[in-house]
Protein backbone atom coordinates (compact mmCIF):
# COMPACT_ATOMS: atom_id res chain seq x y z
CA UNK A 1 0.00 0.00 0.00
CA UNK A 2 1.07 3.58 -1.24
CA UNK A 3 1.18 6.37 1.74
CA UNK A 4 0.54 9.66 0.02
CA UNK A 5 1.91 12.69 2.39
CA UNK A 6 -1.26 14.77 3.48
CA UNK A 7 -1.29 18.80 3.49
CA UNK A 8 -1.68 19.99 6.79
CA UNK A 9 -4.28 21.45 7.43
CA UNK A 10 -4.04 25.32 9.42
CA UNK A 11 -7.18 26.14 11.40
CA UNK A 12 -7.35 29.90 12.26
CA UNK A 13 -7.70 30.25 16.22
CA UNK A 14 -11.02 31.94 17.42
CA UNK A 15 -9.42 35.17 18.64
CA UNK A 16 -7.81 35.62 14.96
CA UNK A 17 -11.32 35.13 13.44
CA UNK A 18 -12.71 37.37 16.16
CA UNK A 19 -10.02 40.39 15.21
CA UNK A 20 -9.88 39.72 11.06
CA UNK A 21 -14.22 40.09 11.63
CA UNK A 22 -13.92 43.31 13.44
CA UNK A 23 -11.73 44.96 11.16
CA UNK A 24 -13.53 44.32 8.12
CA UNK A 25 -17.19 45.17 10.16
CA UNK A 26 -14.24 48.24 10.63
CA UNK A 27 -13.81 49.17 7.03
CA UNK A 28 -17.43 48.10 6.34
CA UNK A 29 -18.16 51.19 8.40
CA UNK A 30 -15.56 53.72 7.37
CA UNK A 31 -16.65 53.23 3.93
CA UNK A 32 -20.46 53.73 4.80
CA UNK A 33 -19.67 56.72 6.68
CA UNK A 34 -17.50 58.37 4.05
CA UNK A 35 -20.27 57.79 1.46
CA UNK A 36 -22.72 59.19 3.62
CA UNK A 37 -20.77 62.17 4.45
CA UNK A 38 -19.82 62.69 0.78
CA UNK A 39 -23.51 63.17 -0.14
CA UNK A 40 -23.52 59.43 -2.01
CA UNK A 41 -20.91 59.74 -4.11
CA UNK A 42 -18.75 56.83 -4.61
CA UNK A 43 -16.22 58.93 -6.42
CA UNK A 44 -15.71 61.70 -3.89
CA UNK A 45 -13.92 58.72 -1.18
CA UNK A 46 -11.70 57.47 -3.91
CA UNK A 47 -8.37 59.49 -4.93
CA UNK A 48 -9.32 61.36 -8.21
CA UNK A 49 -6.61 62.40 -11.33
CA UNK A 50 -5.81 65.87 -10.64
CA UNK A 51 -6.26 68.19 -14.46
CA UNK A 52 -4.84 71.50 -13.58
CA UNK A 53 -3.24 73.15 -10.61
CA UNK A 54 -4.22 76.59 -9.75
CA UNK A 55 -2.22 79.22 -7.23
CA UNK A 56 -4.38 81.17 -5.32
CA UNK A 57 -2.09 84.42 -4.44
CA UNK A 58 -4.17 86.36 -1.58
CA UNK A 59 -2.08 89.50 -1.95
CA UNK A 60 0.40 91.55 0.34
CA UNK A 61 0.17 89.78 3.66
CA UNK A 62 3.19 89.46 6.88
CA UNK A 63 5.22 93.13 7.21
CA UNK A 64 2.57 94.63 4.06
CA UNK A 65 -0.69 95.09 5.23
CA UNK A 66 -1.77 96.93 1.90
CA UNK A 67 -4.75 99.34 1.92
CA UNK A 68 -6.29 100.72 5.21
CA UNK A 69 -9.74 100.62 4.77
CA UNK A 70 -11.97 103.48 5.89
CA UNK A 71 -13.24 101.54 9.02
CA UNK A 72 -9.61 100.56 9.98
CA UNK A 73 -8.98 97.23 8.28
CA UNK A 74 -6.03 95.68 6.73
CA UNK A 75 -6.90 94.73 3.25
CA UNK A 76 -4.14 91.82 3.28
CA UNK A 77 -7.06 90.19 6.23
CA UNK A 78 -9.95 90.62 3.58
CA UNK A 79 -7.43 88.95 0.50
CA UNK A 80 -6.65 86.23 2.77
CA UNK A 81 -10.11 85.28 3.92
CA UNK A 82 -11.71 85.33 0.33
CA UNK A 83 -8.38 83.55 -0.89
CA UNK A 84 -9.06 80.60 1.17
CA UNK A 85 -13.07 80.41 0.41
CA UNK A 86 -12.33 80.16 -3.01
CA UNK A 87 -9.76 77.24 -2.72
CA UNK A 88 -11.96 75.87 -0.27
CA UNK A 89 -15.22 75.99 -2.69
CA UNK A 90 -12.94 74.48 -5.72
CA UNK A 91 -11.60 72.08 -3.18
CA UNK A 92 -14.78 70.68 -2.15
CA UNK A 93 -16.71 71.08 -5.85
CA UNK A 94 -13.78 70.01 -7.74
CA UNK A 95 -11.60 68.16 -6.50
CA UNK A 96 -10.04 67.83 -9.45
CA UNK A 97 -8.17 70.90 -9.69
CA UNK A 98 -5.57 71.19 -7.28
CA UNK A 99 -5.46 74.56 -5.77
CA UNK A 100 -1.97 76.00 -4.12
CA UNK A 101 -1.54 79.33 -2.23
CA UNK A 102 1.48 81.69 -1.94
CA UNK A 103 0.35 82.06 1.33
CA UNK A 104 -2.47 80.46 3.37
CA UNK A 105 -1.57 82.76 7.17
CA UNK A 106 -0.26 86.01 7.66
CA UNK A 107 3.21 84.50 8.20
CA UNK A 108 5.32 85.09 4.73
CA UNK A 109 8.13 82.93 3.38
CA UNK A 110 9.70 85.38 1.11
CA UNK A 111 12.16 89.04 2.01
CA UNK A 112 10.22 91.96 3.82
CA UNK A 113 11.06 93.59 0.41
CA UNK A 114 8.45 95.01 -2.53
CA UNK A 115 10.33 93.39 -5.27
CA UNK A 116 11.40 90.32 -3.47
CA UNK A 117 8.31 90.09 -2.47
CA UNK A 118 7.06 90.39 -5.95
CA UNK A 119 9.23 87.69 -7.59
CA UNK A 120 8.38 85.43 -4.63
CA UNK A 121 5.08 85.09 -6.07
CA UNK A 122 5.86 84.44 -9.55
CA UNK A 123 8.03 82.33 -8.55
CA UNK A 124 6.05 79.69 -6.40
CA UNK A 125 3.46 79.44 -9.01
CA UNK A 126 6.17 78.56 -11.77
CA UNK A 127 8.31 76.04 -8.94
CA UNK A 128 4.71 74.76 -8.80
CA UNK A 129 3.70 73.62 -12.47
CA UNK A 130 0.85 75.47 -11.73
CA UNK A 131 -1.45 76.09 -14.56
CA UNK A 132 -3.28 79.15 -13.92
CA UNK A 133 -2.56 81.95 -11.00
CA UNK A 134 -5.24 84.17 -9.59
CA UNK A 135 -4.34 87.13 -7.42
CA UNK A 136 -6.52 89.09 -4.92
CA UNK A 137 -6.36 92.15 -4.07
CA UNK A 138 -8.87 95.17 -2.89
CA UNK A 139 -8.55 98.61 -4.19
CA UNK A 140 -8.32 102.13 -3.07
CA UNK A 141 -9.08 105.41 -4.18
CA UNK A 142 -8.79 109.50 -3.10
CA UNK A 143 -12.52 109.45 -4.65
CA UNK A 144 -14.11 107.57 -1.66
CA UNK A 145 -17.62 107.13 -4.25
CA UNK A 146 -15.62 104.76 -5.84
CA UNK A 147 -16.95 101.45 -5.75
CA UNK A 148 -16.92 98.02 -7.72
CA UNK A 149 -14.81 95.02 -9.00
CA UNK A 150 -12.33 95.11 -11.35
CA UNK A 151 -9.77 92.83 -13.65
CA UNK A 152 -6.45 92.92 -14.15
CA UNK A 153 -4.74 90.72 -16.79
CA UNK A 154 -2.39 90.69 -19.72
CA UNK A 155 -3.50 91.50 -23.56
CA UNK A 156 -2.75 88.07 -24.40
CA UNK A 157 -4.28 86.39 -22.21
CA UNK A 158 -7.66 85.12 -23.66
CA UNK A 159 -8.27 82.46 -21.21
CA UNK A 160 -8.20 84.56 -18.07
CA UNK A 161 -10.22 87.66 -20.26
CA UNK A 162 -13.24 84.47 -20.03
CA UNK A 163 -12.95 83.95 -16.89
CA UNK A 164 -12.89 87.41 -15.61
CA UNK A 165 -16.53 88.12 -18.03
CA UNK A 166 -17.58 85.11 -16.53
CA UNK A 167 -16.95 86.18 -13.01
CA UNK A 168 -18.91 89.66 -13.46
CA UNK A 169 -21.90 87.47 -14.88
CA UNK A 170 -21.99 85.44 -11.35
CA UNK A 171 -21.35 88.25 -9.20
CA UNK A 172 -23.91 90.43 -11.72
CA UNK A 173 -27.11 87.71 -10.75
CA UNK A 174 -25.59 87.39 -7.09
CA UNK A 175 -26.37 91.14 -6.39
CA UNK A 176 -22.76 92.17 -6.17
CA UNK A 177 -22.14 95.76 -7.97
CA UNK A 178 -20.76 96.69 -9.99
CA UNK A 179 -18.23 95.61 -12.98
CA UNK A 180 -15.64 97.95 -13.60
CA UNK A 181 -14.45 95.58 -16.60
CA UNK A 182 -10.98 94.64 -17.46
CA UNK A 183 -8.13 96.81 -17.11
CA UNK A 184 -4.87 95.35 -19.48
CA UNK A 185 -1.25 95.14 -17.47
CA UNK A 186 0.14 96.57 -20.55
CA UNK A 187 -1.37 100.13 -19.90
CA UNK A 188 -1.75 99.78 -15.99
CA UNK A 189 2.03 96.94 -14.87
CA UNK A 190 1.25 94.93 -12.16
CA UNK A 191 4.37 92.39 -11.99
CA UNK A 192 2.63 89.01 -10.55
CA UNK A 193 0.31 89.34 -13.46
CA UNK A 194 2.81 90.40 -16.18
CA UNK A 195 5.85 88.48 -15.17
CA UNK A 196 3.64 85.24 -15.17
CA UNK A 197 4.06 82.60 -18.25
CA UNK A 198 0.89 81.08 -17.50
CA UNK A 199 -3.02 82.60 -17.60
CA UNK A 200 -2.88 85.03 -15.08
CA UNK A 201 -5.49 87.49 -13.42
CA UNK A 202 -5.49 89.90 -10.17
CA UNK A 203 -9.02 90.24 -9.19
CA UNK A 204 -9.71 93.62 -7.34
CA UNK A 205 -13.08 92.72 -5.32
CA UNK A 206 -13.95 96.36 -4.38
CA UNK A 207 -12.90 99.51 -2.82
CA UNK A 208 -11.69 99.91 0.76
CA UNK A 209 -11.83 103.89 0.54
CA UNK A 210 -15.98 103.75 -0.12
CA UNK A 211 -16.66 102.89 3.43
CA UNK A 212 -20.02 101.31 2.70
CA UNK A 213 -18.02 99.29 0.50
CA UNK A 214 -15.34 97.98 2.89
CA UNK A 215 -18.14 97.33 5.55
CA UNK A 216 -19.34 94.45 3.29
CA UNK A 217 -16.04 93.69 2.02
CA UNK A 218 -15.25 92.75 5.72
CA UNK A 219 -17.97 90.53 6.59
CA UNK A 220 -17.80 86.82 6.13
CA UNK A 221 -21.11 86.20 3.86
CA UNK A 222 -19.94 88.90 1.40
CA UNK A 223 -16.33 87.23 1.38
CA UNK A 224 -18.02 83.88 1.31
CA UNK A 225 -20.48 85.34 -1.88
CA UNK A 226 -17.72 86.48 -3.72
CA UNK A 227 -15.22 83.54 -3.31
CA UNK A 228 -18.11 80.98 -4.52
CA UNK A 229 -18.81 83.22 -7.59
CA UNK A 230 -14.96 83.34 -8.45
CA UNK A 231 -14.59 80.04 -7.46
CA UNK A 232 -17.46 78.56 -10.41
CA UNK A 233 -16.25 80.89 -12.97
CA UNK A 234 -12.59 79.06 -12.70
CA UNK A 235 -14.21 75.83 -12.50
CA UNK A 236 -16.28 76.02 -15.42
CA UNK A 237 -13.32 77.96 -17.32
CA UNK A 238 -10.64 75.50 -16.31
CA UNK A 239 -12.58 72.23 -17.20
CA UNK A 240 -13.56 73.89 -20.58
CA UNK A 241 -9.71 74.70 -21.49
CA UNK A 242 -8.62 71.13 -20.33
CA UNK A 243 -11.88 69.92 -22.80
CA UNK A 244 -13.29 68.14 -19.52
CA UNK A 245 -16.92 67.57 -18.86
CA UNK A 246 -18.36 69.72 -16.10
CA UNK A 247 -19.78 67.10 -13.39
CA UNK A 248 -23.77 67.37 -12.78
CA UNK A 249 -24.67 67.38 -8.99
Known amino acids: MIKTNKQKRYKLRPWVKIACGILACGLVLVLIISFVFSGGKIDSILPVEKVATLCIDPGHGGYDGGTIGADGTAEKEINLAIALAIGDYIEENEPRIEVIYTRDSDEISWPEEEAEDLKARVEYASENNADYYLSIHMNSNEDTSLYGYESYIRQDDAFSYDVSRLIAQNLDEAGWEYD ?70
Open 180 to 249: RGVVYVEQYPLYVVSQQTIPALLFEAGYMSNYSECHDLSQTQYQNLIAENVAKAYIEMILEDKGIEEESE
